[in-house]
């Protein structure tokens, strides 16, 4: 549980720490990434939640732009500032250590500006294009699906930095075998118990955008930091996000 308090402290901008069972020993960040899909619960409810509510008020296009927000208001755009890192760091450097450098930069530059404006437009037109009911069901299986996925990276990758030069001054463990059990658990019962079984050949959209993105950062950084992470997921989303469209075009 501890392992848990810690996740949905690091990767949430709610006011856990004010639960004096949320203050759990610096120790225990190092396995956030690993119940990353816990925290997907949290995120997926309330940006379901708020769709849905904000569409019986509002037009069903300013009803996805709120729920959008209240997701970025959770995780304090945690996961963008990642993406957009990510996206400067490879765009614009040329060597290993010039990525990394350019990701650890506060500054956005060009790439970072350019991949945030294209990620909330597919995000946007995705989501208008599935309608209310579908939206808020592929919230709800696409976002611990997506960080269960994410999650993973651990196992194929070393971290590219180490611990003192970290932006997070944090270095992620690999999961144990418990661990793996109740992240695959949180990350794939919406995907059983809520999603069509028509739609279930959209998991191989994530998966493969995963195992690209492996291959890129093995080849040009030789490991992950916590801004891979955070594009990672982005990335993971809106291809499960696309498999669905697909899916949905096709039949």
Known sequence: MKQIAAALVFFTRLPF?????????????KQVINYWAVVGWLTASVMAGVLWCAAQVLPYSIAIIVALLSRLLITGALHEDGFADFFDGFGGGTTRERILEIMKDSHIG????????FYFLFFYFFLENLGLHLACTVILVGDPLCKLVSSQITLFLPYARNAETSKSKTVYKKMSLRTALISALFGLLPFVLLLNIHFWAAIIFPIFAFLGLILLMRRKIQGYTGDCCGAMFLLCELSFFLG???ILKLC
């Open 17 to 29: 720490w004010r639960i004096k069972a949320f203050n759990v020993p610096a120790e225990y960040f």
């Open 244 to 246: 669905i469209s697909i």
């Open 110 to 117: 060009t790439y970072g500006v350019i991949s945030l404006i």
